[in-house]
């Protein structure tokens, strides 16, 4: 559950891309060399530290820190699987976990100037297995601009009779200024079969790019119409409250 930008992925979109990548020859005797193709797979790796874990705009560290990672595989026709991994607090979850794996896998596909995606996300907490969860997922990114759409398959976190529970949120990355990148987002959950367990959650933030693959990223995080009674047992972190995240993250 994230922050984490687990929706895809700069390497399915990178790999698509390169399948569509169309030579550019120049006049001078270099337009007789071979162009080097590009590669059929990429991947990469990452890693961050953040004061906090927010997913959905729910804390799950319980304000305190998380070391977080993941890897990712492409392939040019716009296929992608990875892994991403994170600490959490064990009064956030039924069961009581203290981690989180996340596998996920999909497709990329232009459709005119957007870049459509579709796949499945799986929730792993190894320690038990009450609150893993399956989502089905759809998404478009055009520029700067995501819409995405997150179904459960399976119950909502280990809450019975939840099955059915969706997502759906917006994202806005757009570069104000060079290596700068304003974060806008907006999203809400439906929690299917619970009344008062839906809520809306809001994000607004800054991301600068390093030299080497760094990131540094400062935002302000809030949720509103959480019912307490349905989410204080399993996050117990001040909801309906403004919170701050900061995370230095490095991709390789």
């Known amino acids: 559950m994230q922050s984490r930008t ?3 992925t700069t390497a399915g979109a990178l790999a698509l891309l390169a399948g569509f990548q169309i030579p550019v020859f120049a006049a001078e ?3 007789t060399e071979a162009q080097a193709p590009a590669p059929a797979w990429t991947a990469t790796a990452n ?17 305190r820190p998380a070391v977080q ?7 040019s026709s716009g296929f992608y699987a990875g892994i991403w991994a994170s600490n959490v607090d064990a009064d956030s979850f039924l ?12 497709f990329t596909f232009p459709i005119g100037p957007v ?15 009450t609150p893993n969860t399956t989502e089905l997922y759809v998404a478009g990114t055009w520029e700067w601009l995501n819409v995405k759409y997150s179904h459960a398959v399976t119950d909502f976190f280990g809450v019975g009779g939840t099955s059915g529970s969706g997502y759906i949120e917006g994202n806005v990355n757009y570069e104000v200024v060079p290596t700068v990148v304003v974060n806008l987002h907006a999203g809400h959950q439906h929690v299917e079969g619970n009344v008062g367990g839906s809520y809306s959650d809001f994000r607004a933030g800054l991301t600068k790019n390093f030299e080497g693959g760094w990131q540094l990223s400062a935002a302000g995080v809030t949720t509103t119409g959480v019912n ?3 989410w204080a047992s399993t996050t117990g972190y001040a909801l309906d409250k403004l919170h701050y995240q900061v995370m230095l993250k490095r991709v390789f």
Request: glycine fraction near 16%; charged fraction near 15%; aromatic fraction near 16%.
């Open 6 to 8: 687990r929706q895809l």
């Open 29 to 31: 005797p270099a337009a």
């Open 47 to 63: 890693v961050a530290l953040t004061n906090a874990y927010f997913f959905r705009g729910m804390n799950y560290t319980h304000g």
């Open 69 to 75: 990672g993941g890897f990712d595989v492409a392939h």
């Open 95 to 106: 069961g009581k976990p203290n981690s989180e794996i996340d596998l996920y896998g999909g």
């Open 115 to 129: 870049l459509a995606d579709i796949g499945v996300l799986q929730f792993v907490y190894p320690q038990v297995n």
């Open 228 to 230: 307490k009674g349905f």
